[in-house]
């Protein structure tokens, strides 16, 4: 056929060539040069590169050893302690630059990455200095301006169907409302330990928010998230849900994201300040119910008072304990301990904050001595084996004390919030098994030796709570036999128990018994002194008691003074009684003088809402709210004032006293005045409209209306006729 070449080679291609074209990378944008990596020789050059790929994969950066080049020594025949790496783009390069700059890869050595580029550029820049711009500073907002509140207000935040509100919170004329965000399609919301962020919970994750304008602070992506809980100092939060961890195909990948690693995993960790995941786990545990899984503790990892460690249990087997920032494990091992069930860090007392703020500034002086923190674990009765509660010193791991104990059914651990007490609650059951008993055991855990007091009760205790910063305690006990099961508008029987140190015997003696009560929850003012009795969750009590331990001036006294036995306990005084149907949540607020009930949609949907109280138990506020949900104090951060600065306050309390007595007899006189101009305000209203309506009526008449002030005006003549009866009879007509 003509106009037909025979010879493929000489048709032209040159415009498909040119379309089609394939570019190739010629630079060097997906290389990077990390350094910090040990010297070795050529026999452990195999494990040194799994370990490496392992970790870049770990992090979200997957390479293999053959992506790895390693620069050799020709001399010594070692590494150069550092090495190139080659991804497939210049994308994933800069995540690896992002994520594993600063990386720890063990004790000894950490990674520092740059871009090969970059070394090229820093080989050629020009050495001579430029003065850099200084750019405008921008001051960011006060993470705790609420703390600068001239009348020192307290806020707190309703949650009510999709609404969110936070409020202040001081006297009648100083409650107002302080912000409304637009928060929209969240779980619930929560505070951070010391208030300095709010928390929501959304179907992507969990956002921080804060500052006087709540703006975003910080977002962790965690898909389907239902629980959270931050370290005690806010540096660090978990995030738990009950679906695994999925990372679909193309998913973004980064420190501040899940990786292929991660997957099957409910549990992570995160850096609040960096946004990073630090480490998930699995918490699905095999046990003996039906379904072949064991219900899970919340929280599943437990923080030590200084967010230095966090630890989690593994029923039966070992605790746990992990350094953090780096979450490796501490000394490359596990507590093992047979047979453990549960374990809580002591918490840390104002004198423990104290010492160490001064060993904080002894360590930036050059001495280096890590404080020990304590945890206490309890171990079941096994075979002869007796069960037993040790405490322990961690990081040393030395045991300081053991306590056996027989015949037991379950052990709750009490940590009084200074740390100076420890009790144990001990669920004993007889010898034929057929009924429980309580006894406590309390450890006094800033005494030498860690003695310890026995208290043998014969009820069954529901409820255990330390007084804050105080040496007394309350129980709940009852011997009721619909305890446990109750019916359909059965209520409990329960008795409430005081006890306090005596420090003269140095044990806890009974101050006084409240019997034939409903409370099954015990609230103590964040200040100690003042406890609410409270009965909650029931559908048929609901009542509040304000209770004042020391009524009595001189019971204050009689802590380290001698009484008479007759005296001992005395000062127990009701101050009140109060009733909130339907009342699921009791929470004071952080100065102790004003006591939240709130009555949640999520439990109930009868008379939903929440009401504020006095110390003394009178209601200041109350709000009925359909499809309430919740009602949190913000919490206060520990107190700035130095012990000498506080002596000094009480010292001058009269000065100040007098200072505010002013400030309350200034505002009562406005707001009278307010009151009485706001009543004048309403009668000239009145006024204004009763002259308007008169006129209008008149008007529709057709008469003239008018106010004659200065003579008699129009007269208007109204003939009344009135009937009067004189006599009535009454006769009958005979037909």
Not at 446 to 452: C, G, L, S, T
Request: charged share 30%.
């Amino acid at each position: 056929m003509p106009g037909i070449t025979d010879n493929v080679d000489d048709i032209d291609c040159s415009d498909i060539e040119a379309k089609y074209r394939v570019e190739y990378d010629d630079g060097f944008d997906n290389t990077i040069v990390v350094d910090g990596i040990p010297v070795i020789d050529k026999s452990k050059l195999d494990k040194l590169l799994a370990k490496i790929s392992k970790e870049f994969s770990r992090k979200g950066c997957p390479i293999r050893p053959d992506d790895i080049s390693v620069p050799w020594d020709d001399n010594t025949g070692k590494g150069k302690g550092y090495i190139f790496i080659d991804f497939r783009s210049m994308d994933e390069a800069n995540m690896a630059l992002a994520t594993m700059h600063n990386h720890p890869f063990d004790a000894r050595h950490q990674f520092k990455v740059n871009k090969f580029t970059d070394i090229e550029r820093y080989a050629e820049l020009d050495e001579t200095y430029v003065e850099p711009e200084i750019e405008e500073y921008t001051p960011r907002e006060h993470l705790r301006a609420w703390l600068a509140d001239p009348q020192g207000r307290d806020q707190y935040v309703t949650y009510r169907g999709e609404d969110v509100e936070i409020y202040w919170h001081g006297k009648p004329s100083q409650c107002e409302l302080a912000y409304k965000p637009d928060w929209k399609d969240f779980l619930y919301v929560a505070w951070s330990p010391l208030g300095t962020y709010i928390s929501t919970l959304h179907r992507q994750g969990v956002r921080l928010w804060g500052g006087s304008s709540w703006k975003p602070q910080q977002r962790f992506a965690h898909p389907l998230v239902k629980l959270i809980d931050f370290s005690p100092c806010e540096q660090y939060i978990v995030t738990w849900s009950n679906e695994p961890i999925v990372v679909p195909e193309g998913a973004t990948q980064g420190p501040q994201y899940f990786s292929p690693d991660d997957e099957g995993n409910n549990l992570a960790v995160w850096d609040i300040k960096s946004g990073y995941l630090l480490r998930t786990f699995s918490t699905v545990t095999e046990g003996d119910s039906p379904n072949g899984k064991k219900q899970m503790q919340w929280p599943a990892l437990k923080w030590s008072p200084d967010d230095k460690f966090v630890a989690r249990v593994t029923p039966g087997q070992m605790i746990s304990v992990h350094e953090l920032p780096s979450m490796f494990l501490h000394g490359k091992k596990s507590l093992k301990i047979e047979g453990v069930a549960d374990f809580e860090w002591c918490p840390r007392g104002d004198k423990d904050k104290e010492d160490a703020d001064k060993e904080a500034s002894a360590t930036m002086n050059g001495k280096t001595k890590a404080r020990e923190n304590m945890l206490v674990y309890w171990t079941p009765e096994v075979a002869n084996q007796p069960a037993r509660v040790t405490l322990l010193s961690f990081p040393s791991r030395t045991i300081l004390r053991q306590k056996n104990l027989f015949n037991v059914t379950e052990c709750k651990l009490f940590w009084q919030n200074q740390g100076d007490f420890l009790c144990v609650k001990v669920d004993r059951h007889t010898k034929t098994k057929k009924s429980i008993f309580c006894n406590l055991e309390i450890f006094r855990v800033r005494e030498k030796d860690y003695p310890v007091e026995v208290v043998e009760l014969k009820d069954t205790v529901t409820d255990f709570s330390w007084e804050p910063k105080g040496e007394r305690f309350a129980i709940v006990s009852s011997n009721d036999p619909n305890l446990g099961n109750p019916g359909p508008g059965i209520t409990t029987k329960t008795d409430v128990s005081f006890y306090q140190l005596e420090r003269g015997k140095n044990d806890f003696k009974l101050l006084r018994t409240l019997p034939n009560r409903t409370s099954n929850a015990i609230r103590w003012s964040p200040r100690g002194r003042h406890v609410v009795l409270a009965t909650v969750g029931s559908s048929s009590k609901s009542e509040l008691e304000f209770w004042d331990l020391d009524f009595n001036i001189e019971d204050v006294a009689r802590r380290e003074g001698q009484t008479s036995k007759e005296d001992w306990g005395s000062g127990i005084q009701l101050l009140g009684t109060a009733d909130h149907y339907g009342v699921t949540d009791v929470e004071w607020d952080p100065s102790g003088r004003y006591l939240a009930t709130s009555a949640s949609a999520w439990t109930h949907t009868l008379e939903n809402g929440y009401a504020i109280w006095d110390f003394k138990g009178q209601e200041l506020m109350k709000q009925i709210q359909d499809r309430f949900k919740q009602f949190i104090w913000r919490p206060r951060p520990r107190t700035l004032l130095t012990k000498e600065h506080q002596r000094q306050v009480r010292k001058n309390l009269r000065e100040y006293s007098r200072v505010f007595d002013d400030e309350d007899a200034k505002e009562h006189l406005t707001v009278n005045a307010e009151l009485i101009a706001h009543r004048k305000r309403l009668v000239d209203e009145w006024n204004a409209w009763r002259a308007r309506s008169k006129k209008e009526f008149a008007e529709s008449r057709g008469q003239k209306y008018s106010v004659d002030q200065g003579g008699d005006g129009d007269k208007e003549e109204i003939e009344v006729w009135v009937e009067e009866v004189i006599e009535q009879i009454e006769e009958e007509i005979a037909d």
